[in-house]
T-cell receptor
Framework: DGGITQSPKYLFRKEGQNVTLSCEQNLNHDAMYWYRQDPGQGLRLIYY???????QKGDIAEGYSVSREKKESFPLTVTSAQKNPTAFYLCATEGTPNTEAFFGQGTRLTVV | RKEVEQDPGPFNVPEGATVAFNCTYSNSASQSFFWYRQDCRKEPKLLMSVYSSGNEDGRFTAQLNRASQYISLLIRDSKLSDSATYLC????????????FGRGTSLIVHP
């Protein structure tokens, strides 16, 4: 079954904890992206990667980290330095450059 | 100035109405353009790509005006099931082309 899998679907974090959101794809896409969406807002770019072992900061990278050790995987770590992490996190991929993006089902992170 | 701007609405229309959304973008070097649909608490899904020549898919028509840097989406004969948020997406240059999202326009179709 081809697609993008994000896990977990819901995640609760205590203040001061680091958490890692998983994004796995079997579409053989080179480009992968992490976005954050707050209620009533559009998607804001956190990090992106165009190729394995390389990634770039997006517009709101502070308090987040990523890795791209495998083409299929692009995990996002939300660190304790992110002061307002409660949001809906979306992972996307893109096959042919400059075409449409495909999304996973998202992870809803809540700080408790 | 935001790179991609949309009127957030909501647009509240009766079934059968025709409704139009506009989206403007600031970077004239932007390339590909898309409309996505997002249902409440779900991921965005591609509705249609937008071409300079226009693009029609059933009740939906998308247009691109490069000179004025705006994109439009027209929905004819609105259905209850069209209620959603419509996101304008522009692939914006920045080393490579990055999908950049507007904040979305909310559509509510009522009986």
């Amino acid at each position: 079954d081809g697609g993008i899998t994000q896990s977990p679907k819901y995640l609760f974090r205590k203040e001061g904890q680091n958490v890692t959101l998983s994004c796995e794809q079997n579409l053989n896409h080179d480009a992968m992206y992490w976005y954050r969406q707050d209620p009533g807002q559009g998607l804001r770019l956190i990090y992106y990667s165009q190729i394995v072992n390389d990634f770039q900061k997006g517009d709101i990278a502070e308090g987040y980290s990523v890795s791209r050790e495998k083409k299929e995987s692009f995990p996002l770590t939300v660190t304790s330095a992110q002061k307002n992490p409660t949001a809906f996190y979306l992972c996307a991929t893109e096959g042919t450059p400059n075409t449409e993006a495909f999304f996973g089902q998202g992870t809803r992170l809540t700080v408790v | 100035r935001k790179e991609v701007e949309q009127d957030p609405g909501p647009f509240n229309v009766p079934e059968g109405a025709t409704v139009a959304f506009n989206c403007t973008y600031s970077n004239s070097a932007s390339q590909s353009f898309f409309w996505y649909r997002q249902d409440c608490r779900k991921e965005p899904k591609l509705l249609m790509s937008v071409y300079s020549s226009g693009n029609e898919d059933g009740r939906f028509t998308a247009q691109l005006n490069r000179a004025s840097q705006y994109i439009s989406l027209l929905i004819r004969d609105s259905k209850l099931s069209d209620s959603a948020t419509y996101l304008c997406v522009v692939n914006t240059p920045g080393g490579s082309y990055i999908p950049t999202f507007g904040r979305g326009t909310s559509l509510i179709v009522h009986p």
